[in-house]
């Protein structure tokens, strides 16, 4: 494949599936708004001023439409108010970047994230049965030959301005591909293999085509209230681990004041409280998240999961975020040090296949299979070995399934390490830690 520095960067953006803000949500005559109350009672008493509590979310946060900021402010109980955006996806045109295909028969040969982790030694012990992955993502294909088996329809929602519908199939590819490294069904002899093959996938859909871009096309869209809906929504229904593989760009620490990353930490360690662990890609930027007081969402709040991305070699790619304390664990997401060594063909894993190979939905790629890379494919590997853990330990809390994860990882001394946390995931490990 003829693969030049843009268009391969492009394809990391997209796999990273970046956040850009865009207009506020309205609705009706009002504006909607992500409320984080304190103490009990914030959503009575807003009902009691005249507004609209759309939905009440774990850990006091409420959505709320409204006419009057001020006024809503000034209820007794409101700590924080924050406009509800809508967010594009910060990616190029499918078609410039379809990532490389292939059609062999046996895959997991090519499955070097799975091979370095020690997921076959871990599938001795484990397959994630019995456990329940959410992918807060585009969606699933739920026909796709790898994933059929285990994606449960029932459960699976779209969440599009506040409303739930059933409609969570993909309409873009990522979500498959990282629903396949989480839990791939290793039924059959051909296909990819995911981390826990026997886990339940519930799609949580959170995009959906509707803005106009520049170019008069329509721009897949998601809202806050979406992704804060779908988290909590992924604990009421008792998922063992729920997978964002999203993220914003680098945030300025004076962007922290409109009480945004309070609600996400408030709505996650809800969810961590109800028995589902929220695991979260760090992000496709290069940036050092600790220089300048910078953080990114929702990785940078506690009680989420955050995971950096790795190579075969089992080093910090080029583009993965990190900084002290900003990341968990690392974890395979493709690619090596640098972009001129990812692409050459004088490596162990020549490109594509330093890449991550995965599903994705033939009607939109041509394809069963496809390489990516990406932070956002780093994040399932964890998703799916904590299905892992549950599955032994199907009474551990999410704190001691990461710890699990945590103390079973290797490569570093400690869990400080501004790239790779407790160190690169050993699915196999993490089993003997629990």
Known sequence: MNQ????????????????TAAGQVSAGDGTRYIVVGSGEGAAKRIRDAGFSVE??????????????????????????????????????????????????????????????TDVPEAH???????????????????????????????????????EMSDDATDVYGHGTHVAGIAAASDEGTTGVVGTAPDAEIVSLRVFYYDDI????????????????????????????????????????????????????????QSASRRGTLTVVSAGNSSANLQQGGYFTLPNSVAGAMSVSATGPNDELVFYSNYGTNEVSVGAPGGGYETLEKTLSEDTEWPYPTN?????????????????????????PQVTGTAAL??????????????????????GTSGKSDPELGAGRLNANRALDSI
């Open 55 to 116: 939905r009440e979310l774990g850990g006091n946060v409420l959505v709320v439409t409204a006419d009057d900021r001020s006024a809503l402010e000034s209820v007794s109980g409101v700590s924080e108010v924050v406009v509800d955006r809508k967010m594009t996806l910060d990616a190029p045109k499918l078609e410039e970047e379809k990532a490389e295909t292939t059609t062999d028969e046996e895959l997991y040969p090519l499955q070097w994230d799975k091979q370095v």
């Open 213 to 268: 871009d520049d170019d008069g096309e329509e721009e897949l869209t998601t809202t806050r209230a979406d992704l804060f809906t779908a988290i909590d929504y992924a604990a009421e229904i008792g998922a063992d681990a729920a997978n964002m593989s999203i993220g914003t760009p680098p945030i300025p620490p004076q962007d922290n004041a409109g009480g945004l990353k309070v609600g996400y930490q408030r709505v996650i």
């Open 4 to 19: 030049s520095r843009r268009t391969f960067l492009k394809g990391i953006a997209a796999t990273g599936v970046a956040l």
């Open 124 to 162: 001795t012990t484990a397959t994630g049965e019995g456990t329940r992955i959410a992918i807060i993502d585009t969606g699933v294909d739920v026909d796709h030959p790898d994933l059929a088996a285990n994606v449960n329809e029932d459960e699976g929602k779209l969440f599009k301005y506040g």
């Open 355 to 379: 890449l991550v190979l995965s599903s994705v939905p033939p009607d939109i790629y041509g394809a069963y299979y496809a390489y990516f890379a990406g932070t956002s494919m780093a994040a």
């Open 389 to 410: 853990v549950r599955e032994l330990a199907p009474d551990a809390n999410p704190n001691e399934v990461e710890q699990a994860i945590e103390q079973g990882a290797e």
